[in-house]
């Protein structure tokens, strides 16, 4: 199945400031996108037509960001304060401390949560696609409701 974030980028246009600067993202090109599934092939597909259509950066006024690229905990340094499996890899986070992610190992493209205060994992049972119209702030109710009035 093909992923399409068109609702979500027309969504994002009309409760994001474009003015404001921590608003705008960068789209990836076909280059860094292959770069990011040579590193990780099982990196899910939805992550990375995201990135391709929308791109890395902040959503609406940083209550998230995406990140360009995968990262673990050990190239940020914290691998010394926390002990988490290996194959974790992160996409982003809350900036509030928490990283949001996939575990590779399950190769199910779900997403895992990295809590910093307990230290702990948190197995969503989401796909990329769910958890970031979550992060967009996407009410599927809202969205029927705006497609009908049209």
Known sequence: MDINYKLEIEFLKEVEDGENETNRKELLSEEQLTKIIEKYPHAPHDYIAYL???????????????????????DLGLDQYYEIKSNIVFFGDNFSGDFSGFDLDLNDGLIVEFWHESGHLHYTKKTFYNYIRQQIGINETEIQEQNFKQ
């Open 52 to 74: 391709k259509e929308i791109g890395s950066g902040n959503i609406r006024e940083c209550r998230f960001k995406v990140q360009p690229f995968l990262f673990t905990l050990k």
